[in-house]
């Protein structure tokens, strides 16, 4: 496969070799180029017609973004019993730029299925239903016990196997789920798979030949990454705005089948490779003061050990 990265802004085209090579007024990389940082990665492949999509959604059930979390009495976890829970919102964003897609008919090759995933407690079953009444097909849920919980691989290698079963050909994800911020599970996802990936999407448009051109904003600029199908996508807070479901859509959701499996089924080992020791709340922040001129905030930053 060749790879060809462009750096606009400082000149300078990364060939496949590593070797660069200054760009001028001539070539027609270089033009119409602003002062804004840009990176491109193209991944060059044949023109043909794009697949049919089939899209996994992996979604989490968190507790809701509104709600302070706290420490239980024992420090070992953060109390989840009778605290409000709801999908996590990148996961939304997920949900929602596939059903874009299928309507808007951006995919040359259409959408053939909209799969929703979760794996947790059996009262995730509600988000499935949300991901549904948004405009999933189907869901999918392996049961786990209250507290029960995988780590990032697990959840990766869980979703390897969904994959492989379900034949999906693109997995939109969040970038991170809001309880462990680990954002780890979209990468090692593509790495067991072997996949194309593009992290923290803002933007994705689907070219012939099964080419996903995807945008994500970075310091100074944005990165344009082109991959082949099958690929991963992470999804960031710009990519769109979620959708509220109808009383309608949720009404239809409650028809839509909704699978029910576990791990032993999937032939997936949950243990932990990570043990908590402690979890604790940090201590509370100490109020400011007030100088009244310079000499008295040398002072006190001298009192500080700061200077």
């Given at each position: 496969?060749?790879?060809?990265?462009?750096?606009?802004?400082?000149?300078?085209?990364?060939?496949?070799?590593?070797?660069?090579k200054?760009?001028?007024?001539?070539?027609?990389?270089?033009?119409?180029c602003?002062s804004?940082?840009t990176?491109?990665v193209?991944?060059n492949?044949?023109?043909?017609?794009m697949?049919?999509?089939?899209i996994l959604?992996?979604?989490k059930r968190?507790?809701d973004?509104?709600?302070?979390?706290?420490v239980?009495?024992?420090q070992?976890a953060?109390?989840t019993?009778?605290v409000?829970h709801?999908?996590?919102?990148?996961?939304?964003l997920?949900?929602?730029?596939?059903?874009r897609i299928r309507?808007?008919?951006?995919?040359?090759g259409?959408?053939?299925?909209?799969?929703?995933?979760s794996?947790?407690?059996t009262?995730?079953?509600d988000?499935?239903?949300?991901?549904m009444?948004m405009g999933?097909?189907?869901?999918l849920?392996v049961?786990m016990?209250?507290?029960?919980?995988?780590?990032?691989?697990?959840?990766?290698?869980?979703l390897?196997k969904?994959?492989?079963k379900?034949?999906?050909?693109?997995?939109?994800?969040g970038?991170?789920?809001?309880d462990?911020?680990?954002?780890?599970?979209g990468?090692?996802?593509?790495?067991?798979?072997?996949?194309?990936?593009a992290?923290?999407?803002?933007?994705?448009v689907?070219?012939?030949g099964?080419?996903?051109e995807?945008t994500?904003?970075?310091?100074?600029g944005?990165?344009?990454?082109r991959?082949?199908l099958?690929?991963?996508?992470?999804?960031?807070?710009?990519?769109?705005?979620?959708?509220?479901?109808?009383?309608q859509?949720i009404?239809?959701a409650?028809?839509?089948?909704l699978?029910?499996s576990?791990?032993?089924?999937?032939?997936?080992?949950?243990?932990?490779?990570?043990k908590?020791?402690?979890v604790?709340e940090?201590p509370?922040?100490?109020g400011g003061g007030?100088?009244?001129?310079?000499d008295?905030?040398?002072s006190?930053?001298?009192?500080?050990?700061?200077?």
């Open positions: 496969m060749h790879v060809t990265l462009i750096y606009r802004g400082s000149g300078l085209v990364w060939g496949s070799l590593g070797r660069a200054p760009v001028g007024p001539s070539s027609s990389r270089a033009s119409n602003d804004s940082t990176t491109n193209l991944f492949a044949p023109t043909t017609n697949s049919a999509l089939r959604v992996p979604v968190v507790i973004y509104a709600v302070k979390p706290r239980n009495k024992a070992t953060i109390e019993n009778g409000k709801s999908m996590n919102p990148f996961d939304e997920s949900i929602e730029e596939s059903v309507e808007k008919k951006s995919a040359p259409g959408v053939e299925e909209i799969l929703a995933f794996a947790g407690p009262k995730s079953q988000i499935l239903r949300t991901a009444a999933a097909d189907r869901s849920l049961e016990k209250d507290g029960e919980e995988l780590e990032p691989l697990g959840v990766a290698k869980l390897q969904v994959v492989e379900e034949k999906s050909n693109l997995v939109f994800l970038k991170q789920s809001i462990d911020d680990a954002g780890q599970t990468q090692m996802l593509a790495g067991l798979l072997g996949w194309s990936q992290t923290q999407a803002s933007k994705v689907f070219k012939d099964d080419i996903v995807v994500k904003e970075v310091d100074g944005t990165d344009v990454v991959g082949k099958p690929m991963v996508i992470t999804t960031d807070l710009r990519l769109n705005e979620p959708r509220y479901a109808s009383l859509s009404m239809k409650k028809k839509k089948k699978e029910k576990t791990l032993g089924d999937w032939g997936v080992d949950g243990t932990k490779r990570l908590t020791l402690k604790i940090p509370p922040r100490q007030k100088v009244d001129d310079v008295g905030m040398i006190k930053l001298k009192e500080l050990g700061a200077l």
